[in-house]
């Protein structure tokens, strides 16, 4: 069954995303960077639990971090790569990256910290020791395993945020999008959610009662894939004749 508590998160994540754009008119708004601060909240909430997704330095880290990467490593490829190491330390964009990286890694350090002393207070006071479910934990205990001298806590979880947050914010923007030029399908989806819900509960079995909401989510990725770049030319049939 899925977690109570985060049914809870995500739907006061919802309603704080709906009072922050609540006009009294019609007006024009940017819904790509509205969708991002909800991902980046509910992303948190998994990888870092309540401490995360409740910390607004962590959350402006997570929305800003992908995009201060790509033009920083852009803005390095304007050089010689023998240069690359030196002129980093001067990019704004590198120096902007790796003040990231420390603030992340200073808020990361801290609730680790956090919860170590809450472990400790817990046995002490002969009282039941918490239990954390989230990302940070399971690299925590992974660590513990392993003892890899490599294992970095806030590098690792600025690359789950770099891969998770914004392609999920480029999909689900995108389904909106699709979903309001087709307002036909928004009545058929609610009532197939509503049915899952209402016959097999907030499981994740139910998830796969929503044939339709799975096939919207398809098609619209089909229509317009994630944009990614790269630098391999394949040559026409006509170019290798």
């Known amino acids: 069954m899925l977690n109570p508590r985060a049914l809870i998160f995500c739907f006061w994540a919802w309603i704080r995303l709906a009072c922050s754009i609540c006009l009294t008119e019609w007006a024009e708004i940017c819904l790509r960077e509205h969708v991002l601060q909800l991902v980046a909240r509910l992303s948190s909430r998994v990888f870092l639990g309540d401490a995360g997704a409740n910390n607004s330095a962590w959350l402006r880290i997570t929305t800003e971090y ?20 030196f002129v980093h330390w001067f990019i704004p964009h590198c120096r902007k990256l790796r003040a990231q990286v420390a603030e992340a890694r200073h808020i990361i350090v801290g609730i680790i910290e956090q919860r170590h002393q809450g472990r400790v207070a817990a046995e002490l006071a002969s009282q039941p020791v918490p239990q954390y479910n989230d990302a940070i934990e399971w690299f925590e205990q992974d660590y513990a395993t392993t003892r890899d001298g490599r294992h970095d806590p806030a590098v690792a979880q600025l690359i789950l945020a770099q891969a998770a947050i914004e392609t999920t914010t480029d999909l689900l923007t995108q389904v909106i999008l699709d979903l309001a030029q087709h307002p036909e399908l928004i009545g058929t989806l609610r009532e197939e ?11 994740k079995s139910s998830l796969y009662d929503m044939k339709l909401l799975d096939s919207v989510l398809k098609e619209s990725q089909r229509l317009k894939p994630l944009a990614m770049s790269t630098n391999l030319f394949l040559p026409s049939s006509r170019s290798r004749d």
């Open 193 to 203: 959610v509503a049915g899952a819900i209402q016959e097999g509960g907030w499981r």
């Open 66 to 85: 992908t995009k201060t990467a790509y033009i920083a490593a852009y803005l390095l490829r304007l050089w010689p790569p023998v240069l690359r190491p």
